[in-house]
Structure formats: C-alpha cells, structure tokens
C-alpha cells in the first residue's frame, strides 16, 4: 500500500545522542498546537512506560474531540526512532488506515539534523485526497512543528552545559 509522505529537517545544538533522548519523549500538548483545520493535541492517555521502548503505546487526545493511538515500533538510539498511528477518529478516521512517524537524528558540523518523516496510507479509494491533505496541510504543519522542538533540543543542550 502506497503512502502519502511529507519530511522536514531542523537542526539542534547537541549530539544525536543528546537530539534523541529530549525530542523523542517531548511532550506532544507543548509542540503540537491547533493549525487550521488540523487539531492540537491537548492530552496524553494511557502511556505504557516511557516513550522510548518499542511496543510502547499511548493515546493523544486532540482538540477536535478525536484521538490517535501511537506505537513505537523502532527505537534505535541514538540514530532512529518510529511509531505507528492508528484509530484515527473524525476527519482522518474517514480517510487514513494508519500513518507512520519517523526520526532521524545524524551529527552535522553545528550540532544534529533532525529529519522527521510522517507517511499517511488512505483507506481504500481515498490515497489521492489524503495526498492533498498531505501536501497542502499537512507539510506546513510539520515545517511548524518541528523547528520549536529543535529550539527544545538546544535549550535542553545549553543548559545542561551551563550547569
């Protein structure tokens, strides 16, 4: 089944290593806010154990009254980590069978690029318009997204070489 992807980079101050340990478990309710139509995540549920294990799973409660269920399914430190959504509710959860978020952090010369790659497959008949979605809402959103948690990431870094 072909998906619909779209991939940003940022770059933080730090290792991969140090990239890897703050921005997998960061805190989806302080990076993922309301954008257009596409909804905030306001609350975390049911997490199993910290957000660093694979099988690991957890519920994001999103502003739309909707919910996705995260899985990790890759946690290779300090270079990769994956996770797989489902049961996608409201506009989504008519459109996406699942999707799959992934993170590549590797060294460059002023810190870690941080890749992330989010691919949605559409449910049967419906990969054409989740494309759309893709490529007008959701590529923006993760250009949104992603340069705060990077900004986390060196914030984290400086701090903890200042203490």
């Given at each position: 089944m072909a998906g619909s992807s779209a991939t940003t980079v940022a770059t933080a101050m730090g290792t991969p290593k140090e990239a890897y340990d703050i921005a997998g478990?960061?805190?989806?309710t302080k990076f993922y806010p309301k954008s257009g139509v596409l909804p905030a995540v306001v609350e975390v549920r049911n997490q199993?154990?910290?957000w660093d294990t694979v099988g690991h799973t957890r519920m994001l409660i999103l502003?739309?009254?909707g919910h996705v269920i995260e899985t990790i399914t890759?946690?290779?430190?300090?270079g990769y980590f994956a996770y797989e959504l489902t049961d996608f509710q409201k506009l989504f959860g008519t459109l996406v069978d699942h999707a799959r978020a992934e993170w590549r952090f590797d060294p460059v010369s002023d810190g870690t690029s941080i890749?992330?790659?989010y691919t949605f497959f559409g449910k049967p008949g419906r990969g054409w318009i989740v494309g759309l979605i893709v490529g007008l809402?959701?590529?923006p959103y993760m250009r949104k997204v992603l340069p705060p948690i990077a900004n986390e990431v060196t914030r984290q870094v400086a701090a903890k070489g200042k203490g």
């Open positions: 478990p960061v805190d989806p199993t154990g910290t502003s739309d009254g890759d946690a290779d430190s300090p890749r992330w790659t809402l959701w590529t």
